[in-house]
């Protein structure tokens, strides 16, 4: 599934760890299916980091990264 900051869809996790995609509200045949990644990383959040996580979704209201 593709990154958006405005999603169509979310991703659940049940007790056993299993993941489901449920959407937020409707979509049609067509429709690209998107969630927000809201990344987390192993290293501290540099400049030379944020460049490798740089959204361009082109949602109104873009946060412009896909970190969390």
């Known amino acids: 599934m593709n990154h958006s900051c405005q999603p169509n869809c979310e991703a659940i996790e049940d007790e056993r760890g299993r993941v489901f995609i449920e959407t937020l ?13 809201g990344l987390t990383i192993d290293v501290i959040k540099s400049p030379e980091i944020v460049p490798d996580y740089v959204c361009r ?10 970190l969390a």
């Open 57 to 66: 979704c082109g949602a109104k209201k873009c946060t412009g990264s896909l």
């Open 25 to 37: 509200r409707d979509v049609v045949p067509g429709d690209e299916r998107c969630i927000a990644y």
